[in-house]
């Protein structure tokens, strides 16, 4: 059984209105956590730099499947 904070319980709010604003926000908080680290890769190139490279795609599926594993 899931326990409703009680700032939620006081204003009557719909369960599934709940769930959504609490899903919306952990999945903000994956977003900001994952930027640096997996969004940014660096890596040398040819003349010895560290250059960065984007990884955007796998902060997607971080961010779209972390709330979905925690089920």
């Avoid at 709940?18 to 190139?45: H, N, W």
């Avoid at 961010?63 to 089920?71: D, I, K, N, Q, T």
């Amino acid at each position: 059984m899931a326990v409703v904070p009680a700032e939620l319980n006081s204003k009557k709010t719909h369960p599934i209105t709940a769930a959504f604003k609490e899903a919306f926000g952990a999945a903000l908080l994956a977003l900001g956590l994952s930027v640096p680290i997996l969004a940014l890769r660096t890596e040398q190139d040819i003349s010895n730099r560290l250059i960065l490279q984007p990884r955007w795609n796998y902060v997607a599926v971080a961010v779209l499947l972390g709330p979905a594993a925690s089920a």
